[in-house]
């Protein structure tokens, strides 16, 4: 009963007691954190959050919140989580990805959730690598990062996660960088409460298969300009800025999906009800 | 030539050494040296006149090798796990359009719950999907099965899997006689597609078939693998000729002279069988084993044969078919539709659990003495079923089964 009625929360509230086991230095860790601190200024209880991800490095991130957690199969935490919410819309939905998760396999996933709007918040940890499988090429790889896998480079063109989310009818579009705690949980907070579905791409390093990526936090600069609500006009600033401006770009005015099961499951005195002796 | 050198790696030089055209990579453990190291031959010039193509997903991976091979060149990919079971649709696909790709399986678990670990659940589940299935018992197997498999391929234009056990085989460091581009040459002949693009007489491939005539391209699908049945020994020993090893072919029957008790398996698990047959026929049993390396199509009569005077079979299997038990046990019996011979089944090794040579024994002790169920889970922790079924129970809302069964195992209760 006690945990039902508190109202304020400690980052540690957010935490669970398993030790993550990403590698020392891994941005993912401040991510972790401002994720925590996101949900302490939200003030929203551990159990009406829900954390779904998919598979990757990224995707263990469920486990380490003591929020509800859902690990799905790769590429499919964004399906999941649009379920998740059209059944409990009373549930705050953070979905987790990497860009090797979010992109390739998951990329078909992502523009439809974009285009359907369902209010949630999709967090993508962009290291421009697979790290779980030990360093090969992902979308967003620079086309001449020379690999086993990609032997010379790719040579393609990185995926634009921002454009194609503005593109795709995403409702807020933003940037972060790992590093930077405070203005990365300030976007959250601010991606969370903004209706429908909302993108956070985190430039997250790794630093044991990219360790050039250490260089990111000398090279992340604020966005220069505010937030717009034109899309066309976010693109063309997303399409000719550096790759390190951060910041919210995009805040949009599309009306949510408009889920219409009843939320019935969530109501604290039917679940009360249900566990009186 | 004799090296030591990771089953991966080894594989990765053979396949280079049968000069595909087309190879598609995408990484999923415990396959990606498999690919990294194809990749790694492009790029020191090993492997030339290949297209190495980096894709986005499993089901890409496999559909661009169906596009490839469709043109005519020889195409290569390997995986494992949930990518196989990604890719389903193009598996059949490629089935069903009889173009001879050659894909490794690093077989692996399929989740939920996750798990990296070896077991077949991933290519049991594409069993029937139209496709060669070779179980490699050694990496010495692994390495001549996918020689073989290119001729096998082309010669039927149709696909072949090489199924390897995800790290106990792909990980694993061992002497391996590593053929030299030369050899292969000499064994394996260039690709001459029987479907090509010719100007002369255009067509377009993936045709609708309707009930007039599906059953038909089923019914050549499935006479291509009963000709694969005579082929596969043919070429196993062609390869013998050429290379001086014997490996491949059907099955690889283990001291059964005279033996009562017959265990059969298939891939890496046959090593630990063969152990356990040498003590318990040196304790006085009359046990022999066979390991099954052509799967798909499956050799009901030479199983049957070689089955042929057992008093019982136990099939050892790494993979479940829920509801009913083992899969390959299933094709056991039909090889065995005119001997009355009891079959059981043992369940190990699910999700890498090792499967020990102690273990093993024990369930064949028991078999010997007619004691063993038809169905027989290895190793299984009773307590740890009883305590999960009793929570259930009790409770409507027990929660997710792994989780509370990873918790109780944590916390030592």
């Known amino acids: ?277 | 030539m004799l090296k030591q050198l990771e089953g991966s790696v080894a594989i990765a030089e053979t396949v280079a050494y049968c000069r595909p055209e087309v190879v598609c990579a995408y990484p999923i453990t415990p396959q990606t040296h498999i690919v990294e190291g194809v990749g790694a031959l492009v790029k020191s010039g090993v492997l030339s006149n290949c297209e190495f193509i980096n894709v986005e997903s499993e089901f890409a991976a496999l559909s661009v090798a169906i596009g490839a091979s469709a043109a005519g060149a020889r195409a290569y990919t390997a995986t494992a796990s949930q990518g196989l079971l990604f890719m389903a649709e193009a598996v059949y696909n490629a089935a069903g359009l009889g173009l001879p790709i050659v894909m490794t399986i690093g077989n692996r678990a399929i989740g939920a719950p996750i798990n990296i670990w070896n077991d077949h659940s991933d290519s049991m589940a594409l069993k029937d999907a139209g496709w060669i299935q070779l179980f490699a018992e050694s990496n010495q197997e692994a390495v001549d099965l996918h020689i073989q498999a290119f001729r096998l391929a082309e010669e039927l234009s149709c696909p072949v899997m090489v199924c390897v056990d995800g790290f106990i085989l792909t990980h694993a460091y061992e002497r391996i006689d590593v053929p030299t581009q030369e050899e292969v040459d000499a064994f394996l002949p260039p690709f001459e597609p029987v479907q090509v693009l010719d100007p002369t007489e255009p067509y377009s491939i993936g045709a609708m078939v309707g009930p007039e005539a599906f059953t038909e391209v089923r019914y050549l699908g499935h006479q291509k693998q009963l000709q694969a049945l005579h082929l596969i020994p043919e070429i196993a020993k062609v390869f013998q000729d050429v290379f001086g090893r014997e490996t491949g072919g059907l099955v690889h029957p283990y001291r059964t002279e005279n033996a009562e008790t017959m265990i059969v398996a298939l891939g890496s698990i046959n090593g630990t069988i063969k152990d356990v047959v040498d003590a318990m026929r040196e304790s006085g049993t009359a046990i022999g084993s066979i390991g099954v390396c052509s799967f798909r199509p499956f050799p009901l009569e030479a199983l049957a044969k070689a089955l042929d005077g057992a008093k019982r079979v136990i099939v050892v299997e790494k993979s479940l078919a829920p509801g009913l038990g083992g899969m390959l046990t299933s094709d056991v019996r039909m090889s065995l539709l005119r001997q009355a011979i009891p079959v059981h089944t043992v369940i190990a090794g699910l999700g890498g659990r090792p499967v020990t040579g102690v273990s093993l024994t024990a369930a064949f002790e028991l078999a010997v003495n007619d004691q063993l169920e038809d169905v027989h889970f290895l190793d299984l922790d009773h307590a740890a079923i009883e305590h999960e079924v009793e929570r259930s129970r009790l409770t409507r809302k027990s929660g997710p089964t792994a989780e509370n069964i990873l918790r109780r195992l944590g916390s030592g209760v």
Not at chain 1, 154 to 183: C, M, Q, W, Y
Not at chain 1, 247 to 270: C, E, F, M, S, W
């Open chain 1, 1 to 277: 009963m006690t945990q039902l009625q508190k109202t304020s929360f400690k980052a540690s509230d957010y935490r669970s007691d398993n030790t993550p086991i990403w590698c020392p230095g891994c941005g993912d860790f401040h991510v972790l954190l401002s994720i925590t601190k996101a949900l302490v200024e939200l003030g929203t209880a551990p159990e009406n959050v829900a954390v779904v991800s998919g598979i990757g490095c990224s995707s263990r991130i469920p486990a380490y919140t003591n929020c509800y957690g859902f690990h799905g199969v790769h590429g499919r935490s964004l399906p999941l989580g649009a379920g998740l919410k059209v059944a409990r819309p009373d549930l705050t939905v953070m979905v987790m990805s990497g860009d090797g998760d979010g992109f390739s396999i998951g990329g078909n996933h992502f523009l439809h959730a974009c285009r359907r709007n369902v209010d949630m918040t999709y967090v993508v940890m962009d290291n421009r690598v697979y790290g779980m499988t030990k360093g090969q090429p992902s979308p967003t790889t620079e086309p001449d990062w020379d690999s086993a896998l990609s032997p010379g480079g790719t040579g393609l063109s990185p995926f634009h996660p921002l454009v194609i989310a503005l593109a795709s009818g995403a409702n807020f579009v933003a940037r972060e960088f790992s590093g930077d705690i405070k203005g990365t949980t300030r976007t959250l907070v601010e991606a969370v409460r903004h209706p429908g579905f909302s993108f956070v791409e985190i430039l997250s390093p790794c630093v044991t298969f990219r360790p050039d990526e250490r260089a990111w936090k000398t090279q992340i600069h604020a966005a220069p300009v505010e937030a717009t609500d034109d899309p066309a006009r976010a693109a063309r600033r997303i399409m000719t800025d550096d790759g390190f401006n951060v910041g919210v770009l995009y805040r949009g005015n599309r009306k949510p999906y408009n889920t219409h099961v009843k939320d019935t499951a969530g109501d604290p005195a039917i679940l009360e009800e249900e566990f009186e002796i």
